[in-house]
């Protein structure tokens, strides 16, 4: 109970985080026709943002279902590398049901947070941890739903840079201590540009955005994990302060 | 225009849903011993940063209505963050700042 406890405080500013973003989410599905309640069940069953956005887009834009699941599934892909890596970090032989209900809160902020830990995750923790985010996240949609209206349009318009000013607000802090974090940022975000904007190779983001994120990532970690070595024994986790 | 409901989308939704939680609970359920490689532990330890980089670069430039208040939100939430401000912080102030360009310059 008292690491559940630990893990409902270290969830509440993510949660509060996930209203600003949340709330955008909410008010583009609706704006794009979804019913308020279909809204606030995606996001309650997804809890992934920027899979969430391109979702609704494909099915408001009648995409055949494998389209849907290829994306959402290339988007998400990076939850398969956090989760793989919780699994260095849980407790040892954690039941198999526990660990099907951690899945669930396996979203950026949430790892993050979670890796920053010295000692190894217990289940209860991480239950606690990701309780608040849940409700925020759905909360925020629900606002966003059915409070969308009474929001100026410039403000509306503007709300989209929120999703990705919370991911600087979690890879810049580690990067300000850590000279390999921030080469790690700057190298990815290269590749990204680079498949953004170079003719013949943008073809990739063409797609929708997935592949080139993909790439981008796997290969700048690939080169940093190659030229610039951590410390073995040392707690690597440590350094992620978000 | 017509709502897009549970009985018009759901089959979609419940997809979205799936492969979302497919992709969170198979390296869980079936991985579950320690990895031994330096060179992975420190592939992992990159991964996060990479990804999150990447997604937003950039991407987060063209994110609002006009690109000189994409630019100069992000430059905001840039200088925020490397002060180690918080999450709502960050993202908060660069809306705010977004929204303040669009009426004052734009």
Redesign the interface.
């Given at each position: 109970m008292k690491e559940y406890i630990r893990g409902l405080l270290s969830g509440k500013s993510i949660g509060l985080g996930y209203i600003p973003v949340s709330f955008t989410f909410g008010l583009v599905a609706v704006q794009m026709g979804f019913s308020p309640w279909l809204a606030v069940f995606i996001s309650f069953t997804n809890l992934a943002s920027a899979g969430q956005f391109a979702g609704i887009r494909l099915i408001e834009g009648g995409a055949p279902i494998i389209e849907l699941c290829m994306t959402t599934f290339v988007i998400n892909l990076r939850y398969f590398l956090m989760s793989l890596t919780l699994t260095q970090k849980i407790v040892p032989k954690m039941p198999l049901w526990k660990r099907c209900i951690m899945a669930f809160g396996v979203t950026d902020e949430i790892f993050a947070l979670a890796s920053m830990e010295k000692e190894d995750v217990q289940f209860p923790f991480f239950g606690g941890l990701m309780t608040l985010p849940i409700v925020g996240w759905s909360f925020g949609t629900f606002l966003g739903a059915f409070a969308a209206e009474l929001l100026p349009p410039i403000v509306q318009a503007c709300m989209g840079i929120a999703l990705y000013c919370m991911f600087i607000a979690i890879i810049i802090p580690p990067a300000t201590d850590d000279k390999h974090i921030l080469y790690s940022i700057l190298i990815a975000a290269a590749f990204s540009c680079i498949f953004k904007y170079v003719p013949g190779i943008n073809i990739i983001s063409q797609t929708g955005g997935g592949w080139s994120m993909i790439i981008s990532a796997v290969a700048a970690a690939a080169i940093c994990a190659s030229l610039l070595k951590r410390k073995p024994q040392n707690n690597q986790t440590k350094e992620v302060s978000a | 225009?017509?709502?897009?409901?549970?009985s018009s989308?759901g089959?979609?939704?419940a997809?979205?849903?799936l492969?979302?939680?497919f992709?969170?609970?198979?390296?869980?359920?079936l991985?579950?011993k320690?990895?031994e490689s330096?060179?992975?532990?420190?592939?992992?330890?990159?991964?996060?940063?990479?990804?999150?980089?990447?997604?937003?670069?950039?991407?987060?430039l063209f994110?609002?209505?006009s690109l000189t208040?994409?630019v100069i939100?992000?430059m905001a939430?840039?200088i925020?963050?490397?002060r180690?401000?918080?999450?709502?912080?960050?993202?908060?102030?660069?809306?705010l700042v977004?929204?303040a360009v669009?009426?004052i310059v734009v």
């Open positions: - | 225009m017509n709502t897009i409901t549970f989308a089959i979609f939704v997809v979205m849903a492969t979302t939680y992709i969170r609970v198979t390296p869980l359920a991985f579950n320690k990895l330096q060179w992975i532990k420190d592939f992992m330890f990159y991964i996060p940063f990479c990804v999150l980089s990447a997604m937003t670069f950039p991407d987060v994110s609002t209505k208040s994409g939100a992000t939430a840039l925020l963050s490397w180690k401000r918080s999450l709502v912080t960050v993202a908060l102030a660069a809306v977004a929204v669009e009426l």
